[in-house]
């Protein structure tokens, strides 16, 4: 079964702390990784995708095929960072996107 | 180009009555997909369009539920009758073809049903 599990429904962190979004998948063939954030009152978007290995506002991701996980990464967490982040699997040749739960970042000053 | 525009952005009703969601999804787009968000479940895919032809429904709830897309500009999600477990914000979104295109979100629908 394709899956994505995301464990943290709530993470807190002071400003300046390193931040590690936890994401698992489940898929027996080769997975389309991706984060998407929504910010306070804006739409839920694209943050980054693991086949262009980039990094969006000091965010980066890596696939761990071993471990199938994705965690989302931060070295300096910023208050503006606080968000709802997905993480999401696309499996096989289709459009469909697969969304964990989710977890709500939450950045203290 | 306004994105995604979902209508209501609010609604309210009561437990039995029909409720009609609607979605503009971006002009060129060829996929279309509804999503349900709850505390407890996430982000849910209900059903998902491509070219105006429903392609998966196995997230559809139940026959309450029905989806169309009869033109390219334009989706419905109707839910009749309506229950108070179906409360959630319910998300349009819409893509290009290809694998790697993101999805891009409408604002939400969310729906309170007493």
């Known amino acids: 079964a394709q899956r994505v599990t995301q464990p943290e429904k709530l993470l807190s962190v002071f400003k300046g702390a390193p931040v590690e979004l936890k994401c698992n998948y489940s898929y027996s063939g080769s997975p389309e990784l991706f984060w998407y954030v929504q910010y306070s009152r804006q739409r839920l978007q694209l943050l980054l995708r693991?086949?262009s290995r980039e990094s969006i506002k000091g965010f980066t991701a890596d696939l761990n095929k071993g471990e199938t996980s994705f965690h989302l990464k931060k070295p300096f967490a910023q208050e503006e960072d606080s968000a709802m982040y997905y993480c999401a699997l696309r499996a096989g040749a289709t459009n469909k996107l697969i969304f964990g739960t989710g977890t709500l970042l939450a950045v203290q000053p | 180009d306004a994105g995604v525009i979902q209508s209501p952005r609010h609604e309210v009703t009561e437990m039995g009555q029909e409720v009609t969601l609607r979605c503009k999804p971006i002009s060129g787009h060829d996929y279309l997909f509804w999503y349900r968000q709850t505390m407890m479940r996430g982000l849910e895919l209900l059903i998902y369009f491509n070219n105006n032809v429903p392609i998966d429904d196995s997230g559809m709830p139940e026959d309450r539920f029905s989806a169309k897309m009869p033109n390219a500009s334009f989706s419905t999600l109707k839910i009749q009758p309506s229950e108070p477990r179906d409360s959630a914000v319910y998300f349009c979104?819409?893509?290009?073809?290809?694998?790697?295109?993101?999805?891009?979100f409408g604002n939400g629908t969310r729906l309170t049903v007493t």
């Open positions: 979104a819409s893509s290009l073809s290809g694998w790697n295109s993101p999805l891009h």
């Open positions: 693991h086949i």
